[in-house]
C-alpha cells in the first residue's frame, strides 16, 4: 500500500493496494485476486476464452459453482425446470474442467449460492478483490472484501489478466447511530435506508456501512446489509472488518493458518477508516427508527413498516417518482392506505444470497417452531449451500420447517428469480427473504413482498403481511 500521509478511508485503502496503475485522473488498472463464476454465465466466459486461445492466468484463483439454473428439489439432476438449464450445466462443467478452475458442481458437498460459498469457504477474505458476473457480488463487503459484479467480458479479461480497467467511483459512509430493536434484522435496516433515501441514492459510490449498530451485526448480518447494496445503485457495499470477522473466518477451507493467519489478522485489522478520512457523501441513520420492513410495491424502495399503510403516489413530490408509485400500485393490485396488515398472501419463499444463512435459518425456525403455516399457503425454505443444509439438519431446523407446512430443499438459488424455471403460479402473492419485487421476478405476473427471514415465517402462519410481534398478540 503507498505510503500516503494523510487521512485514508477503507475504501481508498483497498483500492490503493489494488492499483496496478492509474489509467487517467479517474481509472485505474485494478489487481483482482479471485474470480467466481456460476453456470449461467460462466460458460460463456470459459468458452470465449477457449476459443480465442487465452489461458487462465492463475487457475487455483477462479471458482465455480452451480447455482441459478439448478433445480432444488430433492433429487434433482441435471436436467432442469429451466428453458435450455441443461445445456448450461453441462456447458459449464465441460469448460470449468476443461480450464483446470476449482468447480462445486451439483455433487460437490461445498455446492452452493456463489455468495454464500465464496466467504463460507474463506475464498473471499478481507481486503481481497473478488469479481463474479452477478450484481450480488457486494454480498462480500460484509467481510471487508472489495467484491463488485461484473460481466462475462469482464470475466474473460479478469481470469486472462487478473486485472480491470475500472472507473473509480466516489466514497459514500452511511453511519448507523444507536442499535436495532429487538427482533430488527440488516435486511429491515437496508429496506429502510433505500426507502428513506431512494434506490439510486448510492449511485455511483462505493459504501461503507458504519456505526454502532453495525458493529453489533453478526458478520452474517452484514453481508445481508451489503448484499443490497446493488439496490441502492452502489458500486459495493462493504464493512471494515473487526475480531468478530476475524473469529467467523478461523478454519475455513481456504482461510490463512498459523503464522499467515497471525499476519491476516493484523492486516485485516489495520483495514479500517482513519479518523478524519474523506468521504464524497455521508448519511446518518437512527437505528431506534427502524422497524420491521417489508416492501409494498415494485422497486425495492416501495417499502413502509409492516404495520404501516401503502403510501399515497399524491403525496410524492417527484413526478417521476409518482409515476412509479401509480405504476406498482396498479401492478400489485393495492390501494393507497391499505393496511400492510391487511394482505392476504398466497406463498412464503426463505432463501436467495440475501438470506440463506444459517443464522438466517434459525431466526425463521423460532418463529416457526410449534406453529403451521396458514391453510392455502405453500412454503418453501432453499438453504444458501450444502453445509448450511447439513448445519442446519444437525441442529434440526429441517424438522421444524417441515413441521411448520415448509418444503425443505437442496442449495441454489432458486425462486429468487424467474427464467423459465419454477414459479409458485402466475399473479400469487409472495413474501419473500429474496432482494428484489421487480415486476415477473418470481414469475409471471407474480406479486413479491421482500422482507426479512423472520417476517416472511410470521406472515407464512398468519396468512397475510405481518411481524414475528403479531403471533404474540
Sequence with gaps: MPNCSHSQSLFDKLWHSH??????????LIYIDRVFLHERTGSIALQSLAEKRRSIARPAQVFCTMDHI??????????????????????????????????FDLDHPDQGIAHVISPELGIALPGTTLVCPDS??????????????????????????????????????????????????????????????????????????????IRAMAVEQRMTLCNMAVEFSAFTGFVAPDL???????????????????????????????????????????????????SWGSN?????????????????????????????????????????????????????????????????AAVLKNRHIATNMRAVCVPGSGRVKRQAEREGLDKIFVAAGFEWREPGCSMCFYAGGETFGAGKRVISSTNRNFEGRQGPAVKTHIASPTTVAASAVLGRIGSAEDLQS
Design 244 to 294: 468478530k470477522t476475524i473469529a467467523w473466518l478461523k478454519g475455513r477451507d481456504y482461510s490463512p493458518s498459523g503464522q499467515a493467519l497471525q499476519q491476516a489478522e493484523a492486516y485485516w485489522l489495520a483495514l479500517k477508516s482513519d479518523d478524519g478520512a474523506h468521504f464524497d457523501s455521508e448519511l446518518h441513520v437512527n437505528a431506534d427508527e427502524v422497524r420491521a420492513t417489508v
Design 136 to 213: 450480488h457480488t457486494c454480498t462480500l463487503g460484509g467481510i471487508g472484501a472489495l467484491a463488485w459484479g461484473i460481466g462475462s467480458t469482464d470475466a474473460e479479461h479478469a481470469m486472462a489478466t487478473r486485472t480491470l480497467d475500472i472507473e473509480k467511483p466516489k466514497s459514500m459512509r452511511i453511519v448507523v447511530d444507536g442499535q436495532l430493536r429487538p427482533g430488527v434484522s440488516a435486511k429491515d435496516l437496508i429496506l429502510h435506508i433505500i426507502a428513506r433515501f431512494g434506490a439510486r441514492g448510492g449511485r455511483g459510490h462505493a459504501v461503507e456501512f458504519a456505526g454502532p449498530a
Design 70 to 103: 439448478v433445480d432444488t428439489t430433492p433429487g434433482r439432476s441435471d436436467d432442469t425446470l429451466m428453458p435450455s438449464g441443461q445445456q448450461f450445466i453441462e456447458a459449464t462443467r465441460q469448460a470449468a474442467n476443461a480450464a483446470g478452475i476449482t468447480l
Design 300 to 364: 425495492p424502495q416501495h417499502a413502509v413498516a409492516v404495520d404501516g399503510r401503502v403510501p399515497d403516489p399524491a403525496h410524492c413530490n417527484d413526478p417521476q417518482q409518482r409515476e412509479g408509485m401509480e405504476k406498482a400500485l396498479h401492478y400489485m393490485q393495492l390501494q393507497a392506505g391499505q393496511a400492510m396488515h391487511s394482505i392476504s398472501l398466497d406463498a412464503a419463499f426463505i432463501g436467495s444470497c440475501t438470506n440463506s444463512r444459517i443464522e438466517d435459518l434459525r431466526a425463521a
Design 19 to 28: 492499483q496496478v496503475m492509474p489509467l487517467g485522473p479517474t481509472r485505474s
